[in-house]
């Protein structure tokens, strides 16, 4: 519940931000919208990512482990 509380927040000012940078002459709900969609994308290519990359560790220790 915490972290959903974050996201609105982090996204209505990414998304006032984004409306400003690009000149949109957007209300306030399109622009809260904005911005928390894409914190809700942004947060999950991030956790995408690093699930990744956390894999690809696993499987680089395990290569390399034998090695040593």
Same mark, same amino acid.
């Given at each position: 519940? =915490? &972290?959903? !509380?974050?996201?609105?927040?982090? =996204?209505?000012?990414? /998304?006032? !931000? ?6 949109? &002459?957007?209300?306030? @709900?399109?622009?809260?919208?904005? #911005?928390? *969609? =894409?914190?809700? !994308? #942004? $947060?999950?290519?991030?956790?995408? +990512? +690093?699930?990744? *990359? /956390?894999?690809?560790? =696993?499987?680089? $220790?395990? %290569?390399? /482990? @034998? *090695? %040593?």
């Amino acid at each position: 519940m =915490g &972290n959903l !509380i974050i996201i609105i927040i982090v =996204g209505t000012a990414a /998304g006032f !931000i984004a409306t400003r940078m690009f000149k949109l &002459n957007l209300g306030v @709900p399109q622009t809260i919208a904005i #911005g928390v *969609l =894409g914190a809700l !994308i #942004g $947060g999950w290519v991030l956790r995408l +990512l +690093l699930a990744a *990359l /956390g894999m690809f560790a =696993g499987l680089l $220790g395990q %290569s390399l /482990g @034998p *090695l %040593s």
